[in-house]
């Protein structure tokens, strides 16, 4: 299918920057890839709905014989997200050592090893460096106790004095590193998705569900060829999960309208899947599998220690294939097709940077994937998925895009 028109809903994951860091990276890389495949293309300022938490903006990209026009809804909850960021710091310490325990206890985290091993150190990560922060800071209060004890106080005062400098070391580190560890982030991120798992987050379900009802009156309003739901990271379970809401809300959805595709890019759904009271979450997963006016493509890359490859989203949550099973596509692919080999290596150790290159511009020509083509490009996901070869043939780097210069 050659694309004239598409729709786009991207479902923002667990990030505190929300709008306007994704509206500027959206530009920024969307140029990016217009010069690199020799596009001309614009993109309209930003629009809110501040009553449905959408805001969108519209894309023309125009190829030699070709134009598509894109309409991107940006689906917002950053004002939950930064509700969260407001909690003490004390109880985000707490409450990652709780929710990060059970985990252990209840096999979900030596289920995630299994399924990736670099995924699980992952998500250990946030555990072992607070646990190292937190032995510095003891050790420093320990010796200032030492010191205080040493130059006559009671004991009673230089041990309150040690703890007291012990807690300020500790801010002071957290403080200090939190730019380059991203530790308190994590605290917030591992203890929402836990709670979510587990259907104790009202204020995430109320908000997907007005999610659901846009998508369905997005799509039903729609002149386009094709609508993407779009999930990136966190945003890929909430994604499925948004979705499986606008097909109860509407069984037909697909077979009126637009095509509807789910994309699923740097994905993480086993995080909220493996934990046991998360059935509701498979069952999701069972039913767009077998969604009969649903595809679904799930790209993976081995170079993103923060998805899960290889990882096949139905069996590996232990869902027995029903029959009809359409669903996802699963593609694996290589960021050493995207980025210049020889700063190939340094890039692939800075995990964060190699985690957003599913949404960046790709810096070669020829590679398979490419978010901004997938958006703005003329041939549709489900082809672009299972024939790379033809799709970059008809909306790549070849003949049909070659023209019009940015």
């Known amino acids: 299918m050659q694309v004239r028109r598409r729709l786009v809903i991207y479902v923002q994951g667990y990030d505190p920057r929300g709008l306007p860091e994704y509206y500027r990276m959206f530009r920024r890389n969307y140029r990016r890839s217009c010069e690199l495949y020799g596009l001309s293309g614009s993109v309209t300022p930003a629009a809110n709905d501040p009553d449905r938490f959408v805001t969108e903006w519209s894309i023309a990209t125009e190829g030699r014989d070709w134009r598509v026009d894109t309409s991107y809804k940006f689906l917002r909850?950053?004002?939950?997200?930064?509700?969260?960021?407001?909690?003490?710091?004390?109880?985000?310490?707490?409450?990652m050592y709780r929710t990060y325990g059970a985990s252990l206890l209840s096999g979900v985290t030596p289920r995630i090893m299994r399924?990736?091993?670099?995924?699980?150190?992952?998500?250990?990560?946030?555990?072992?460096?607070?646990?190292?922060?937190?032995?510095?800071g003891a050790l420093i209060g320990a010796l200032c106790a030492k010191l205080v004890a040493a130059l006559g106080a009671s004991v009673a005062f230089a041990g309150l004095a040690g703890a007291?400098?012990?807690?300020?070391?500790?801010?002071?580190?957290?403080?200090?590193?939190?730019s380059r560890t991203y530790l308190l982030y994590l605290c917030d991120d591992g203890i929402s998705t836990y709670?979510?798992?587990?259907?104790?987050?009202?204020?995430?379900?109320?908000?997907?569900?007005?999610?659901?009802?846009?998508?369905?009156?997005?799509?039903?309003?729609?002149?386009?060829?094709?609508?993407?739901?779009?999930?990136?990271?966190?945003?890929?379970?909430?994604?499925v999960d948004v979705l499986d809401r606008a097909l109860a809300r509407d069984p037909a959805l697909g077979r009126h309208g637009p095509r509807v595709r789910l994309l699923t890019v740097g994905a993480n759904l086993p995080i909220v899947g493996f934990h046991r009271q998360a059935s509701w979450f498979r069952d999701r997963i069972k039913r767009l599998a077998r969604a009969p006016d649903i595809d679904w493509v799930d790209y993976q890359s081995r170079h993103d220690i923060m998805n899960f490859w290889p990882f096949d989203p139905v069996a590996g949550h232990g869902i027995e294939p029903a029959p009809g099973r359409r669903n996802p596509i699963v593609v694996p692919i290589s960021f050493r097709d995207i980025w210049p080999p020889e700063n190939f290596e340094r890039r692939r150790w800075r995990f964060f940077q190699a985690h957003f290159q599913f949404l960046s511009a790709n810096e070669r020509l020829g590679a398979p994937y490419d978010f901004y083509l997938i958006?703005?490009?003329?041939?549709?996901?489900?082809?672009?998925?299972?024939?790379?070869?033809?799709?970059?043939?008809l909306g790549g780097n070849c003949p049909i895009a070659a023209s019009h210069p940015h």
């Open 375 to 393: 958006c703005c490009g003329p041939i549709d996901l489900v082809t672009r998925a299972t024939k790379p070869d033809q799709a970059l043939a």
């Open 115 to 136: 399924a990736h091993w670099r995924f699980g150190l992952f998500v250990l990560y946030p555990m072992v460096l607070m646990t190292l922060f937190i032995l510095v």
């Open 77 to 95: 909850w950053q004002d939950i997200i930064r509700r969260d960021f407001e909690r003490p710091t004390w109880w985000k310490v707490l409450h």
């Open 164 to 178: 007291a400098i012990g807690l300020a070391s500790l801010a002071a580190i957290l403080w200090a590193t939190e």
């Open 195 to 239: 709670q979510f798992a587990h259907r104790r987050r009202p204020d995430w379900e109320e908000r997907m569900e007005i999610f659901a009802g846009y998508i369905v009156e997005a799509i039903r309003e729609s002149n386009a060829d094709e609508a993407i739901i779009v999930g990136h990271s966190s945003g890929s379970f909430l994604a």
